[in-house]
């Protein structure tokens, strides 16, 4: 009898790596995970050592296998994925990391984003790459790197230079040297065409910036690269940037499929199907993935305080012990009470991006207690991803049908049922909390036809909680609309202060 075979996930975020072993049912055979440090050299910088970042994914991977007594030769495929935008440079020659990665929250390129602004550029990288001008991207964290140093810009003009964001990184040292990158990734470093899914010549002219440092696009889901011996040469099969990948797991194969992950913050994505939709609203457009010779697309909004607001009265305010307290503390009132929390604490995200808005309590009565608070907390992380969605539905041009969640709030089961009445479709949590390693897997098993097509992947799949809106239309646009008024009460709030 042959060894049972598996598809191993590698799942490198920002705060650790973690490797996952799944079996043929998608069920987790093994996981293991370790921290990777993060250094803030400067205020606003956010630094990572590439070579951690590798160590201590590879460890990982060892422990992963150890854990479920596996060799490599179990591992029918290995799907990548990872923190996106996160730069790295590296020696062509000996693969030596040639700077600290940027990670993709640094903010250290600032000036070269505002140098962009004021040569007027924003609507040509806008209708090429789907992105908005930001330090965040990875293509003005390139062009920061190579200012700073004009003999690395040099060598990098003399195809000495290899850039990657992680998971090219990451094959790089797996395969020994084979340069790639996949579609979802190279279009988060903004000088990716989307439409025509291949780098833009003019973009890299705009920032002067050589193509001969870039990776090889390949599609998310296939044959990408093979591992070297001393990894088993195993077949790479699947990669995608987290959040494409954790659409993927949440299996939102369908148009208007969306999901949503309550972490620190919220990251929403909607399919949008074959279609590059443009936002109106301040969203982002993306590739949600691309294999079979077909991309798909997604609408994606990012929501900057979601859970953290549940840690700001946890830490700061003290009214609960453990995140989790604040559900019960929530529920022992039948509402806010008339109270709306606007968690601007760090400015506004999408849909209505300010950067001035700061944190807005309001309604408070004498009456007001810390439950009104919890509660009010709860609806605000449910209304701000009710606000992105409702902008996705917008700009697509289509309603979102279901939405999938994940992360850790979606542990909250009061939260995902004022989400679904908000909303007014039903809100499905995955039973796998971990959607971006199972998005990676599922991409790897396709690729390899371990499994064989989204149907069976959706077959699959399982929830473990299924919330459906509970309350009337009426009822939904009136609580919209005063949550809506105590967003235009916490804007510009910085500038008055100031
Ligand atoms: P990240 O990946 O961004 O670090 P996680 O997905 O681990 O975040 O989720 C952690 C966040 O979720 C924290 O901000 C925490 O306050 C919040 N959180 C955890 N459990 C609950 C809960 N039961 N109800 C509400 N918020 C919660």
């Not at 996952?20 to 050592?49: C, K, M």
């Not at 929830?463 to 239309?473: K, Q, T």
Request: proline share 3%; aromatic share 8%.
């Amino acid at each position: 009898m042959t060894a049972e075979q598996f598809i191993l996930a590698i799942d490198q975020g920002t705060t650790s790596s973690r490797a996952l072993l799944f079996d043929r049912s998608g069920a987790v055979v093994s996981l293991a995970q370790r921290a990777i440090d993060v250094t803030y050299p400067h205020p606003g910088w956010v630094n990572q050592d590439a070579n951690q970042i590798w160590s201590v994914t590879e460890a990982v991977c060892r422990e992963a296998l150890a854990q479920a007594d596996a060799g490599w030769s179990q591992v029918a495929a290995i799907g990548i994925t990872n923190q996106r935008e996160t730069t790295i440079l590296w020696d062509r020659k000996t693969g030596e990391p040639l700077a600290p990665a940027i990670v993709w929250q640094s903010r250290q390129s600032a000036d070269v984003i505002r140098s962009m602004e004021r040569r007027g550029v924003a609507d040509a990288y806008r209708s090429i790459t789907g992105l908005v001008l930001d330090p965040y991207f990875s293509a003005s964290k390139i062009r920061w790197l190579l200012d700073q140093n004009r003999d690395l810009e040099q060598r990098a003009k003399h195809g000495e230079v290899c850039f990657g964001t992680v998971d090219s990184w990451l094959i790089w040292r797996l395969t020994s040297g084979h340069h790639l990158t996949d579609v979802t990734n190279a279009s988060r470093t903004m000088l990716f065409d989307i439409g025509k899914c291949r780098w833009s010549e003019e973009l890299l002219a705009d920032l002067d910036i050589p193509a001969s440092i870039l990776p090889t696009v390949v599609p998310n889901a296939g044959a990408i690269a093979t591992t070297s011996a001393a990894y088993g040469s195993v077949p790479i099969t699947g990669c995608a940037g987290d959040q494409h990948a954790a659409l993927f797991g949440q299996t939102c194969f369908a148009e208007g499929q969306a999901k949503n992950t309550y972490g620190t913050g919220s990251f929403a994505l909607m399919n949008t199907g074959l279609h590059v939709v443009a936002s109106n609203n301040g969203l982002l457009t993306t590739p949600a993935w691309s294999y079979n010779d077909q991309t798909t697309y997604a609408l994606e909004g990012s929501v900057l305080v979601s859970g953290s607001a549940v840690q700001w009265l946890r830490d700061e305010l003290g009214i609960i012990e453990t995140a989790a307290d604040v559900e019960a503390l929530a529920r022992s009132v039948p509402s806010a009470g008339g109270v709306v929390f606007v968690p601007a604490l760090t400015g506004l995200g999408a849909p209505d991006w300010d950067d001035a808005a700061r944190g807005t309590i309001i309604g408070i009565t004498r009456g007001t207690t810390r439950a009104h608070i919890a509660r009010a907390t709860l609806e605000a992380i449910a209304f701000q991803v009710a606000d992105v969605l409702r902008a996705m539905a917008s700009d697509a041009g289509s309603p979102v049908t279901e939405l999938k969640v994940d992360g850790g709030a979606a542990g909250n089961d009061l939260l995902l049922q004022l989400q679904s009445d908000l909303l007014g479709v039903p809100v499905v949590r995955s039973a796998i909390q971990v959607t971006t390693a199972l998005g990676a897997a599922y991409l790897a098993g396709l690729g390899i036809g371990y499994w064989t097509d989204e149907t069976e992947l959706s077959r699959m799949w399982q929830s473990n909680g299924r919330f459906e809106p509970a309350i009337s239309e009426d009822e939904r646009a009136s609580r919209v609309d005063t949550w809506r008024r105590a967003v235009e009460r916490s804007r510009g709030w910085a500038e008055v202060v100031r």
